[in-house]
C-alpha cells in the first residue's frame, strides 16, 4: 500500500493516543507529505514497502542542500521515527530504516533571557494603568515571569485552576500533562485586583483579550514584545524568553535543576540543563573581570 495510506491512522494515533498539541501534529503531517512527494518525484515511488533507508537518506541530504537549518531536519527526521515506529506497531513493515539514518549535528545556542535589572524596571517602575487593561496587561508578564509557563499553557489556563488559598495554580502543559506551580503572595494580590476588576462575563479563562474572549498568540506575543522593548534591547522579545528569564534567574539564585525541570514541565533533564550554560557563562564574565590573572 501507499505511504499515504496510512497517514491518516498514524495521525489519529498521534492525537487519540499520543496525544500530541494540534501545532505538533500539523507539523508531522507536512512532514509526511512532503516525503511523499518527494519520494514521488524523484523515485517514482510511493509503496511503503518500496521505501528504504537510502531514499530517506536521500531526501535528508536534499534538504540540507536546500539550506534547511539542522533543526528542522532533525525535527523532520523525528517524525519519519514516529512515523515508522507506529508503522512496525502496526505490523505494516518488518524493518525500520530510520536505525541507518544519523541526524545532523546542531549547533548549541544559549538561551536569550532578560537581565534581572532589566525584569526589575519592567515589573517596578513601568506603569500599568489602574484598570482592567492595566491590571490584566501586568498579570501577563507577572505569569510568564513568576511561573515559566508556555504561552500556550497561559492563554488556556482557566480561572477555577488558580487556587488563591494555596498559592498555587494548575496548567496543562504538552501531551495534556498536568502540573502544579507555586507563585508567590505578591502575585496573588495582584490575579485578586485583576479579577476584581474582571467583567462579569461567561468565560471560563482566567485572561481574557479587549472583547471578553480567550486570548490569542498574536495578541499576547505582542503585549509581550511591546512591554519588553521598553526595557531591553535583545532582539526576540517573546513569552518564550519570559520563560527562559524564569529558569536562568531560578538557577542563577540557587534552584534545583530538578526542580526547574518540573516548575517548567520538561519530559527530560537533559532539555533543562541548557540553562546551566548560561550560568557558567556569567561565572566566566565574572572571573573575567575580578581576577587579577584574567
Known amino acids: 500500500m501507499n505511504i499515504a495510506s496510512y497517514l491518516e491512522r498514524f ?3 498521534l492525537q487519540f493516543e499520543k496525544r500530541f498539541s494540534s501545532h505538533t501534529i500539523v507539523a508531522y503531517k507536512n512532514d509526511i507529505n512532503q516525503f511523499i512527494v518527494y519520494s514521488e518525484k524523484a523515485y517514482n515511488l510511493n509503496l511503503i514497502e518500496e521505501i528504504n533507508h537510502l ?3 536521500s531526501w ?4 540540507m542542500e536546500s539550506k534547511m537549518s539542522a533543526r528542522s531536519v532533525n525535527r523532520k527526521i523525528t517524525t519519519l521515527k514516529t512515523f515508522y515506529k507506529f508503522l512496525l506497531r502496526e505490523n505494516v513493515v518488518s524493518a525500520n530504516p530510520m536505525l541507518k539514518i544519523q541526524s545532523p549535528k546542531t549547533s548549541k545556542k544559549l538561551p536569550i533571557f532578560i537581565e534581572k535589572t532589566s525584569m526589575d524596571v519592567l515589573l517596578d517602575n513601568i506603569e500599568f494603568e489602574d484598570d482592567f487593561f492595566g491590571r490584566r496587561n501586568q498579570l501577563i508578564i507577572e505569569l510568564f515571569y513568576a511561573t515559566g509557563m508556555r504561552l ?3 492563554i488556556n489556563l482557566k480561572q477555577r485552576d488558580v487556587d488563591l488559598h494555596a498559592c498555587q495554580l494548575k496548567v496543562l502543559g504538552k501531551r495534556n500533562k498536568e502540573r502544579i506551580i507555586p507563585f ?8 485578586d485586583k485583576y479579577i476584581a476588576l474582571k467583567p462579569e462575563i461567561k468565560n471560563e479563562y482566567l485572561l481574557i483579550n479587549d472583547k471578553g474572549k480567550k486570548l490569542y498568540e498574536k495578541f499576547v506575543y505582542r503585549l509581550v ?5 521598553q526595557v ?5 522579545k517573546s513569552p518564550h524568553i519570559l520563560r527562559h528569564t524564569f529558569a536562568t534567574h531560578m538557577l542563577n539564585n540557587g534552584a534545583d535543576l530538578n526542580a526547574i525541570k518540573e516548575l517548567l514541565g520538561h519530559a527530560n533533564l537533559s532539555a533543562t540543563q541548557v540553562y546551566t550554560h548560561n ?3 556569567k561565572l566566566k564574565n565574572i572571573h573575567k573581570q575580578a581576577h587579577p590573572k584574567a
Not at 531591553?232 to 526576540?236: A, D, G
Open 11 to 13: 495521525i489519529n494515533y
Open 55 to 57: 531514499i530517506i537518506r
Open 225 to 229: 514584545n511591546n512591554y519588553l522593548s
Open 232 to 236: 531591553t534591547t535583545v532582539q526576540k
Open 184 to 191: 508567590n503572595n505578591e502575585l496573588k494580590h495582584k490575579i
Open 60 to 63: 535528508v541530504v536534499s534538504l
Open 279 to 281: 550560568t557558567v557563562e
Open 152 to 154: 500556550s499553557e497561559l
